[in-house]
């Protein structure tokens, strides 16, 4: 027999209490009549060696009842060989949870994970299914659990034992919530008494051997249902150092840009609260000859600073901050976004140096800028509207008459997708106008002339006209038309919209789609004889809402995170484009995203004149410690222990949970507890029988 408590044992002690009460007499409480006392002194019993022990039977039943109570807090089982059932072997699932994130590159934080991951092998039993995953921003199963199931049970500690060999920290962020939720849902669920053994452990265990920065992403674990029997070990890595400083990469400002190709290179430097370093200096590669080429930069702990430094926008900025203990993170660069170039199409005989005719204002408005190059092409009436495969029109622009030659060859672009803004010349561009269309017979009237006409209706809901749906931008009362066609709202094609209207309920701007293009009917132009519609600040917004409706910027992002989807520019004669990565391997990639992005540095697109930058993300930096707080209130199945702890102990737990698993099954305290009921009744019985006083004869 053994006990769980058996320090309760020593209230075996207070047995002698009640020998040493029947030991002690006392005065009796019988009377005798006597004639008189009054010559006499009372006096008590003295204890001599010649006082002996009266009623052992009650004696007895005291003693039995204190001892049955003492060991009924005891806790006593009776010890039985637990069978080894071979199903809790092959049943039984360990999976070790690395962090493989840039923060794990610190110091000795990656020799600690693999030590800790062989502590976890070390305490599995023989035939355990063992899996090792590790993560960043997604999760990298090295020897699932699947695997490790099909493996012979010999072979699976050499096989987790091989696989650790080859992992090695990267450069990413760490999800470590979903990395959570991923391993733990790999788990087959199931098994005895709610997810436990034969010993009362649980029969699924999953070790998260992280440093826990607290860039770390916690996102899904609040209350999610964990499977049954599972117990998560969190086995913390500590850097010696917890100082850490970083820099990141700041989105540019519009303001900062300018079209001559110059920027402002924005960036962040943060300071950890742990730091003991204050002062840091930036080396500057690459940037302009006006800019510094190293800076001091001051950052108490716990706090950040920004930067701004000038760049030419034609060569790759590198920066390196110099005086932090963990270099990991302390190199970025920067590259300007290639420029694409659009071809703009212009259907007239206007001059462009004239500021009386309409295509002066169109090349004002699309100017060169850092991220767009505008080509304008020319075609006077009359002129064959043939263009080579290779150049792509954005946007087309009409102010002439069309003839049905044109319009018939404009038709074909537009339902490819472009927009034309048509600006109607004179009453006698109906014929072209229904050519293009493929309608009809259009009729166009010159509107009566008066002083001048304004925009009374306009559809603010449109995406041409919603950056001026604010109150403060909706004011086109300054505008005046001179003169404008009158296009009866009765006569326009079934698809047609107004979007704008004027003051007289004539169509101002009409959209109707063709095909997947649009084309824009303006009953008026923009040149000065026309309108002011030119000189006002609405034009401007107005003209590149329509062109980012025609073509959508595409210029690929010169930047870019560790693990994010890079786009590239796909051409329909070369699908596959070959990239050099930042150690100067080289990828042949097929698709329009390319996913392997896993090392900091500049990416070379080749045939493509395409540069890359790609830097660490920016949460990496933050290496404060989370500590376990987080985990305990998402409510997360901890183990019990968290630590570590040798063979000896493990196996000293292991087997006081056995030995508590079979007190609670057998609960031999309930039948010592009514035996000692029973005796306790018998006892007073016996007592108050005893105690009755005896019959004196006379």
Known sequence: ????????????????MPILFHLIRRTTREKQVFSSLMFLQPTP????????????????????????????????????????????????????????????????????????????????????IVGLYT???????????????????????????????????????????????????????????????????????????????EGSHLNGLQGHEWPKGLEIDIRPVVAKKPTNAGIQLLPQLGEEESMTGEANLRCRITNTPEAQREQFRVEVQGSSSNSPTSLEVYVPPGQSRTISIPTTGTQVTRLQLQGDDAPFDNALQWFPPPREKLQLLYLGTDAGTDP????????????????REFQWIQRKPGEPLTFPPSEEIALMVATSVLDDTQAQALRPLVEAGRTLIYALPNAAASRGLATLLGTGEITLQEAPR????????????????????????????????WKHRHWRPADLPAQ????????????????????????????????????????????????????????????TSAQAIVGEAIPLPIASDQPSRTITKPDGT????????????????????????????????????????????????????????????????????????????????????RWLMAAGLCFVIAETWLAGRLARPRAVST
């Open 496 to 555: 047609a919209k107004v979007i704008a209207s004027f003051d007289n309920d004539s169509p101002a701007i009409v959209e109707i789609p063709l095909g997947k293009g649009t084309v824009l009917v303006m009953t008026s132009g923009w040149a000065p004889a026309d309108s002011q519609l030119a000189l006002s600040t609405k034009f401007v917004p107005f003209l590149y809402s329509v062109m980012d409706r025609s073509r959508p910027l595409r210029t």
């Open 356 to 371: 009386n005719q309409s295509l002066y204002y169109l090349q004002r408005v699309f100017t060169e800028t850092r991220l």
């Open 135 to 213: 993560f960043d921003q997604r999760l990298h199963p090295v020897l699932s659990l699947e695997e490790s199931k099909k493996l012979p049970a010999t072979e699976r500690s050499t096989r987790f034992r091989q696989a650790l060999t080859t992992i090695k920290p990267g450069w990413g962020s760490a999800a470590l919530g979903s990395a959570l939720i991923a391993v733990s849902e790999g788990f087959e669920t199931g098994g005895r008494d709610q997810g436990r053994d034969g010993a009362g452990q649980a029969l699924h265990r999953l070790w998260l051997i992280s440093d826990l920065a």
């Open 586 to 669: 080289e990828v042949k990639w097929v698709g329009s995203q390319f996913g392997e992005a896993n090392l900091p540095g500049v990416y070379v697109v080749k045939d493509a004149n395409l540069k890359i930058a790609v830097n660490l993300p920016p949460e990496e930096s933050r290496t404060s410690p989370l500590g376990l707080d987080p985990f305990e209130k998402l409510l997360l199945p901890l183990a019990k222990k968290q630590g570590t702890t040798t063979a000896p102990e493990q196996e000293e737990q292991r087997r006081i949970l056995a030995g508590a698993e079979l007190e609670n099954r057998q609960k031999l305290w």
């Open 1 to 16: 027999m053994s006990f769980l408590a058996p320090l309760f044992l020593l209230g075996v002690l207070a047995v002698g």
């Open 450 to 481: 008066r002083n001048f006409h304004l925009l009374s209706q306009i559809d603010f809901q449109n995406p041409l006209f919603a950056s001026f749906a604010d109150s403060r931008f909706n004011d086109f009362t300054k505008i005046h038309f």
């Open 45 to 128: 019993p003295r204890i001599t060696r010649q006082n002996r022990l009266e009623n052992l039977l009650l004696l007895l039943l005291r003693c039995l009842v204190i001892g049955l109570l003492t060991f009924a807090f005891a806790r006593p089982f009776l010890q039985k060989p637990t069978p080894v059932d071979p199903a809790d072997a092959s049943t039984r699932q360990t999976a070790v949870l690395i962090d493989m994130s840039a923060s794990m590159q610190r110091e000795d934080l990656w020799a600690q994970a693999v030590t800790q991951a062989e502590a976890a092998l070390d305490q599995t039993k023989p035939g355990e």
